[in-house]
Structure formats: C-alpha cells, structure tokens
C-alpha cells in the first residue's frame, strides 16, 4: 500500500476533491441540501475560508484557505463526509445507502493540493468553476448552480459569460482589476 504523504502549511490554501466510492451515484446533487447542511455546521465548529467549491454529482471541488495557525483540513474533511453520510442515510429513505449500511458512501482517500502562488490560486479556481462544462453538464459554467462560480460574478471577479463564448479571455480576473 502507498503512504500518502500529506503537506501540512500552516494558514495555507488548498484544492481538494472529495470523490464518492461508486462513481456512478449523483449523491451530491440529489442531496445537495445535506452537503450544505453537513458543510456549514463543520465551518461553524472549525472555521476556514471558502475561497471556491463545485458541487459535481459524484465529486466535490473545494479551495480552501484555513486559519493562520491551523493545519487540520483532514479533520474537516472527515467531519463533512460522515455528517453528510449520517444525514442521507437517516433522510433518503428509498437510497441504496440506507439500504446497505456498511457500504462506504465516499471514497476513503482524496486529493488534496498545496496551492503554490497567486497563479496556482487562479488555476484551481477556473478549474473548478469550468469543471461542469468539463463534465458535459452544462455548456456554461453560468447554468451550473452548485458551484461558487455566481458569487464570482456578483462580486465581479468574473463575467457572466465566462467559460461560455469561445472567444471570451477565460482567465480569472485578478483582485483590483
């Protein structure tokens, strides 16, 4: 078996996703309320910033950025899926994972990325938002509700169109701009 060696940075930012154990589930999307749910109470308890996230029907991107002095992002990670597992499998009454209890919802490992600088920040966070056009979800990344992608575009880091014209600059548009 491989060791995984993880990078702990204190106050740093990382990329992460989160994958289901069958590929074939949209988990994530049918109880998109649960995540959130799930989510938001383990912020509450150990807060971070939440610098982007998409919510995919069997992956979860998430760009976090976490307190100064922490590093625990396993810990948070942990908390987000047994929360999430515990609710649909008291909530989803017709769900195979009520069903089969002792069969893993997530996916034991996930991936997780020290992000390096403000271009790797800029990367990750187009990647995430250009994920559901990626996937064949959506032909713009605007008709995809479960990502941070519309909180860009109110706050203007981003336009509307963006990841949807061809010959739109896809790039992030940087602080101050």
């Known amino acids: 078996m491989v060791n995984y060696r993880r990078n702990y940075v204190k106050g740093a930012s990382y990329f992460f996703t989160l994958t289901l154990y069958n590929r074939k589930n949209d988990y994530l999307i049918r109880h998109h309320q649960e995540l959130k749910i799930a989510y938001t109470k383990v912020k509450n308890q150990k807060p971070f910033k939440t610098i982007a996230y998409a919510i995919m029907p069997d992956h979860y991107h998430l760009l976090w950025q976490l307190p100064k002095n922490d590093t625990d992002y396993p810990g948070r990670l ?3 899926k047994k929360a999430f597992t515990k609710a649909i499998r008291e909530n989803d ?3 195979i994972a009520k069903k089969t209890s002792s069969s893993p919802i997530w996916q034991n490992r996930y991936w997780e990325h020290t992000i ?3 271009i790797d920040m800029e990367q990750h966070i187009n990647y995430i938002h250009f994920n559901p056009v990626k996937h064949g979800m959506v032909k713009q990344a605007l ?3 479960y990502s941070s992608f519309h909180a860009y575009v109110q706050r203007g880091l981003l336009p509307i169109d963006w990841a ?3 010959e739109h600059d896809n790039r992030l548009m940087r ?3």
Do not use: F, L, N
Request: a negative charge; aromatic letters at 12%; glycine letters at 12%.
């Open 116 to 118: 390096k600088d403000e």
């Open 143 to 145: 008709e995809w509700p």
């Open 93 to 95: 009454t017709c769900s």
């Open 78 to 80: 942990r908390a987000i």
């Open 164 to 166: 949807g014209r061809e």
């Open 175 to 177: 602080y101050g701009e």
